[in-house]
Nanobody, 122 residues
């Protein structure tokens, strides 16, 4: 089992930044791939960014490319999502996820966190 706990969400104005954190515990080594998803009210959950615990490559959705940065701290078993230049359309619940295979969609993760709310006002 892997436990994922997100933090760092909040209410900000457009143009602001937030850094989301996801702390992994348990058998984190069994899930070498991590991702951030988001889900807005009335919309489907979508992948925002993903990364592996090893290596430097990362994946970003077109909607956040150039504004969001995913990174990891292996010593702390923590994955971060730096969100810059936030827009009202970024408002959603953001979920951390872990998987045994590269994460490219909602079917890939094995474990999910409980989510953290990000609200961006105009």
């Amino acid at each position: 089992q892997v436990q994922l706990v997100e933090s760092g969400g909040g209410l900000v104005q457009a143009g602001a930044s937030l850094r989301l954190s996801c702390a992994a515990s348990g058998r984190a080594a069994s899930t070498p791939f991590m991702g951030w998803f988001r889900q807005a009210p009335g919309k489907e959950r979508e992948l925002v960014a993903s990364i592996a615990w090893t290596g430097s490559s990362a994946y970003y959705s077109d909607s956040v490319k150039g504004r969001f940065t995913i990174s990891r701290d292996n010593a702390r078993n923590t994955v971060y999502l730096q969100t810059d230049s936030l827009k009202p359309e970024d408002t959603a619940t953001y979920y951390c996820a872990a998987g045994r295979h590269p994460i490219r969609g909602t079917n890939d993760p094995t474990y999910w966190g409980q989510g953290t709310q990000v609200t961006v006002s105009s």
